[in-house]
């Protein structure tokens, strides 16, 4: 299932006052959607984001949980202040920078709903493919792990091209990875399966590797990619070109260490050898209990 999603003009305060007023989840409710949003100073691009995902999921029991990986700017500020009049808005602070992998192991261990988005908090993904997302994921289960947006009309330097054409080159020919953009930051998976992969510093770069090394399948959908409206870049991927190349070779060796798990079961007595009586071998076989 693909779709493009286009960047529409947007009003900001109107977006917002249609947040204040959408059927949001009560604190007390159990979200069903928790987006989960790593940030780094990123105090410009806090309001229009929220507005633009609460809008997105306008009528859905849903959470947005930024983790803020520590900010030195107001980012922190921006989101109490948006907290105050939206209790679906929640806020976890980093005491220093961790990265952005620890940034979204908290965001998902912290989170409360079943099924998790994540985006970047520089509103260059267009949360309006959130619902997308969703329904393409569900649509897949249970042989779709996890929904993916793939940017299509991307605007970036050429030293980033290159960065990003050596790096996936080489993903490809250790991981038998045909994805062609394992860096869009919007996706859509299970809490469960996220949490029981591997965690590792630059988990976010093989997030697809590790779903599929798990037996299943991803599913594509094409977005365009924004321009930045406010700050710098905090997490780039492939920053560290060859330190990328070595976490891929580490990603190799564990899928070729992947094993299959067994599925244990009890062997238990059956129902008619329960008593005082020993059971006889006519009794019946054993009863299997999970």
């Avoid at 409710?29 to 633009?52: H, T």
């Avoid at 980012?75 to 929640?90: I, K």
């Avoid at 249970?142 to 330097?157: I, Y």
């Avoid at 997030?207 to 959908?221: Q, T």
């Amino acid at each position: 299932m693909t779709g493009v999603h286009t960047l529409p003009g947007r009003d900001v305060g109107l977006l917002l006052q249609a947040a204040n007023m959408a059927d949001s989840p009560r604190p007390n409710s159990d979200p069903v959607i928790s987006v989960v949003v790593p940030v780094k100073n990123e105090a410009g691009n806090i309001a229009p984001l929220v507005a633009e995902i609460a809008a997105a999921l306008h009528g859905h029991a849903f959470e947005i949980v930024y983790v803020n990986d520590g900010s030195s700017d107001g980012t922190e500020q921006e989101l109490l202040g948006l907290m105050a009049q939206r209790p679906w808005l929640r806020q976890i602070r980093h005491d220093k920078s961790h990265g952005k992998s620890a940034a979204l192991r908290t965001g998902v261990t912290m989170a409360r709903a079943p099924t998790i988005v994540t985006l970047d908090g520089d509103c260059q993904s267009d949360p309006a493919v959130i619902p997308t997302l969703l329904a393409t994921l569900e649509e897949g289960a249970p042989r779709v792990g996890l929904a993916s947006g793939q940017r299509v009309g991307r605007e970036t330097t050429v030293f980033r091209k290159l960065q990003s054409r050596i790096a996936n080159s080489v993903r490809r020919a250790l991981l038998k990875d045909e994805t062609r953009d394992a860096g869009c930051a919007i996706r859509a998976f299970r809490r469960e399966l996220f949490l029981s992969l591997p965690y590792f510093d630059g988990l976010d770069c093989f997030l697809l590797a590790l779903v599929r090394r798990e037996g299943l399948d991803i599913s594509f959908v094409d977005v365009v990619e924004r321009p930045r409206r406010y700050g710098a870049s905090n997490y780039g991927m492939w920053d560290r070109l060859w330190v990328g190349i070595l976490d891929t070779a580490g990603v190799w060796w564990l899928i070729r260490r992947r094993k299959h798990v067994p599925q244990p079961k009890e062997v238990t007595l059956p129902v008619s050898c329960i008593g005082p009586q020993p059971c006889s071998r006519e009794a019946g076989s054993a009863e299997l209990r999970f």
